[in-house]
């Protein structure tokens, strides 16, 4: 039996297990369904905020690599807690290709474990962690990605996906 604490508590989401269903605004003020995407390898990578150094840095990173993760049949996806207009700034400005998804509440995150106490220069709050959720064509999780370091982490994703 269950206890009350661990049936609240929502476990971290790991490979092997289906991918937690969300439906989310884009920037093309669209409703996406996770699902909408069955049969593609979803990379779904989260980060904390457009237009701050990090995130820019791997969204850019994601951007360059386009082509190849196509090539693999794998659709990127961007989430952040920021709204749909800012998503629409951010998308432009560095001309991203692919689909961005606002996540105000930050539930999204949540349900993929991708929120939760940081640390910053001995200063805990809680936030956004980044983490990338790399998705099967049938809807489970095939790789997951935690406490992200920006600096070779697309390539990374993109040497673990099946050629």
């Avoid at 779904?44 to 994601?62: A, I, V």
């Avoid at 001309?95 to 961005?100: D, G, N, R, T």
């Avoid at 106490?117 to 935690?146: H, P, Q």
């Amino acid at each position: 039996m269950m206890s009350t604490s661990e049936a609240t508590s929502s476990p971290l989401a790991t490979v092997g297990q289906p991918a937690p269903e969300f439906e989310l605004q884009g920037d093309d003020g669209a409703t996406h369904r996770l699902r909408d995407f069955r049969g593609r390898t979803v990379v779904l990578y989260f980060y904390p905020k457009d237009n701050t150094p990090g995130c820019t840095q791997e969204s850019c990173d994601f951007r360059d690599q386009q082509a190849a993760y196509t090539q693999r049949n794998a659709v990127i996806i961007g989430i952040s807690p920021d709204s749909v207009a800012s998503h629409q700034k951010f998308k432009s400005k560095f001309e991203l290709p692919f689909l961005l998804l606002a996540d105000p509440g930050a539930a999204v995150a949540q349900k993929f474990g991708a929120w939760g106490e940081k640390n910053m220069y001995g200063k805990k709050s809680m936030g956004l962690i980044r983490s990338t959720f790399v998705i099967g064509g049938d809807g489970r999780l095939t790789a997951v990605y935690r406490q992200v370091k920006v600096a070779g982490h697309v390539q990374k994703v993109l040497g673990g996906l099946a050629g």
